[in-house]
């Protein structure tokens, strides 16, 4: 048990792993429900106390119920109904994670996660109360689910390399773009079925997916404000070390330079330090190479790119 609780510490004391973490705060968030949704029943042979407790964290499409719990219009993100909601949501998050924090770093994961739940939430709220067709669902509507920030997840990594393939049993080959199209459509197509909000949530957090590694691509990151608040909150309850190291390359040029005057000769010596930080890689070049990537896929790059491209991502 204690080297259960030892790794999963470690897994959250690696800064290089959003993705994982993201994943396991799905799964415990799970498991806190049933074991509370299961305790709740054996002991007051109902489950009006947990829905009542699930409804502080689950998101509902009225606007007067948003107005008293507006954080829950990320929590809902976190909540799952049943195991294979679960399973599929974070086993596509899984794979298709991997390829936004390859390509652009590990930080832009949890932007897309939180950015696509958010998107997909509002866009879910405001259809249902925009469009008459389902003004009758929204006094009683709610969401719950990570489906929209898998959806942001998938739809950017398709943007981002939509030529990258991959390889699925009885299928063979696949590029990631045909998979994301092939989810927007199903979900548009399912818009008049049960699971409207959700399909609308859906669409929503596809839409941010594809926005945000558009923008990401001009220079411009709609996540900053994500990445600030986690730094913000890992100053206040990260100790930090009580020295910092740092190594700088330090190049010293010497110049000499000799003068004579009637008293004899006189040497004169001027000594220049030049300070060269750690080679960056330009944004120019990474740009070009994930227009490359765009073109004609990820094996194109040649092993020089590929180390460049390497080195940016950590760099993120």
Known sequence: MNTFANEL?????????????????????????????VTLLLSLQ?????NYLESFFTLPASLDKLLYRPWTVLSYAF?????????????????????????????????????????????YIGIY??????????????LIGASAAVYAVVVGAATLVPNYTMYFLFI????????????????????????????LAHLGGALMGYI??????????????IHRFVDFMGRIFVRKPKMKVVHRRTTTVTTHTTTTNTKGNVQRTTKTAVSE???TTNQAEIDAILDKISATGYDSLSKEEKQKLFKASQDL
Request: contains cysteine; charged residues 10%.
């Open 9 to 37: 510490r470690n897994v959250f004391r690696n800064d290089n792993n959003t993705l994982v973490k993201i994943i396991v705060i799905c799964v415990i968030v799970y498991l806190i429900q049933g074991i509370s949704a």
């Open 46 to 50: 109902e489950y009006t106390t947990y």
């Open 79 to 123: 909540l799952h109904a049943d195991p294979f909601h679960l399973f599929f949501n974070m086993i596509f998050m899984y794979w298709f994670g991997r390829i936004i924090v390859e390509f652009i770093g590990n930080k832009h994961i949890l932007s897309l996660f939180v950015l696509g739940a958010i998107a997909g939430g509002l866009f």
């Open 129 to 142: 109360n925009l469009i008459p067709f389902f003004h009758k669902n929204v006094p009683h509507a709610t």
């Open 172 to 199: 063979g080959p696949v590029r990631i773009k045909y998979i994301a199209l092939g989810y927007v459509v199903i979900s548009y197509i399912s818009l008049a079925g049960s699971n409207a909000g959700g399909n």
């Open 212 to 225: 945000y590694i558009v923008q990401i691509k001009n220079g411009r990151d709609l996540g900053v404000f």
């Open 277 to 279: 930080d750690a080679a």
